[in-house]
């Protein structure tokens, strides 16, 4: 696609003049492939510019005044329009060109068709018609997050037993070894009460024993008394 600039190099406006090279120093700065059309020196040029453009585009003598664009035969506007468009920064859709990749009319574009689609990248069928063949169901994608859920709270809940269980254990290990030591202190308390026993009964045997040895010492000292009188005499 060529873009056509009909220009008047012989123009006695100053203002015609400015607008005409405005338009070409913008488009060279664009790097874009152009034409100039002068309507000055070529009568035919003149007339299919005139003819060209659109009845709602011309001035009330219906005379259109340069610089007028077109992209072949296709009419993109005037100095006015091209303006705004470079303002807006989008010369590249005013000229009916796609964008380079990495401009800023591309960024521009790229955020309007997330903000219309919703998303970077449609896929289409062979029609151009967006493809839903390829969408998973609403039911579907929150049935799968339901059973990622579900699993999520049996797999903790799963932890939960498994964690209350070791704690039993350990408190049930626990409960055995403070009751083992109780058996021990009962087996120890009985050896003891019976060293005690034993101990008593040794005791009160013992003064048993020295009571007899009072008695026969305390009988004995009279009866021998009388033994030696009796010697004596």
Same mark, same amino acid.
């Given at each position: 696609?060529?873009?056509?600039?009909?220009?008047?190099?012989?123009?006695?406006?100053?203002?015609?003049?400015?607008?005409?090279?405005?338009?070409?120093?913008?488009?060279?700065?664009?790097?874009? *492939?152009?034409?100039?059309?002068?309507?000055?020196?070529?009568? *035919?040029?003149?007339?299919?510019?005139?003819?060209?453009?659109?009845?709602?585009?011309?001035?009330?003598?219906?005379?259109?005044?340069?610089?007028?664009?077109?992209?072949?035969?296709?009419?993109?506007?005037?100095?006015?329009?091209?303006?705004?468009?470079?303002?807006?920064?989008?010369?590249?859709?005013?000229?009916?060109?796609?964008?380079?990749?990495?401009?800023?009319?591309?960024?521009?574009?790229?955020?309007?068709?997330?903000?219309?689609?919703?998303?970077?990248?449609?896929?289409?069928?062979?029609?151009?018609?967006?493809?839903?063949?390829?969408?998973?169901?609403?039911?579907?994608?929150?049935?799968?997050?339901?059973?990622?859920?579900?699993?999520?709270?049996?797999?903790?809940?799963?932890?939960?037993?498994?964690?209350?269980?070791?704690?039993?254990?350990?408190?049930?290990?626990?409960?055995?070894?403070?009751?083992?030591?109780?058996?021990?202190?009962?087996?120890?308390?009985?050896?003891?009460?019976?060293?005690?026993?034993?101990?008593?009964?040794?005791?009160?045997?013992?003064?048993?024993?020295?009571?007899?040895?009072?008695?026969?010492?305390?009988?004995?000292?009279?009866?021998?008394?009388?033994?030696?009188?009796?010697?004596?005499?």
């Amino acid at each position: 696609m060529v873009i056509k600039v009909f220009l008047a190099s012989s123009s006695g406006s100053t203002a015609i003049k400015k607008k005409q090279q405005d338009v070409v120093a913008f488009l060279e700065a664009l790097k874009v *492939d152009y034409t100039q059309l002068d309507i000055a020196c070529n009568e *035919d040029n003149r007339m299919w510019m005139r003819q060209n453009v659109p009845a709602a585009k011309k001035p009330a003598n219906g005379i259109p005044l340069p610089p007028q664009i077109f992209n072949e035969e296709s009419y993109c506007g005037d100095y006015e329009t091209f303006f705004d468009a470079k303002e807006d920064n989008s010369v590249y859709a005013f000229l009916g060109l796609p964008p380079p990749p990495g401009s800023k009319e591309a960024v521009q574009a790229d955020r309007a068709h997330i903000v219309e689609n919703g998303t970077h990248a449609e896929e289409t069928n062979a029609e151009g018609n967006l493809d839903d063949s390829s969408e998973v169901p609403v039911d579907a994608r929150n049935g799968d997050a339901h059973g990622d859920e579900e699993e999520g709270e049996g797999g903790e809940e799963g932890e939960v037993a498994e964690g209350e269980t070791a704690d039993d254990e350990v408190v049930e290990e626990e409960t055995a070894g403070d009751e083992a030591p109780t058996e021990e202190e009962e087996e120890e308390d009985a050896v003891e009460d019976e060293a005690h026993a034993e101990e008593e009964e040794e005791q009160e045997e013992a003064d048993d024993d020295r009571s007899c040895c009072c008695f026969l010492t305390t009988s004995t000292i009279p009866i021998v008394s009388i033994l030696n009188q009796e010697t004596f005499l």
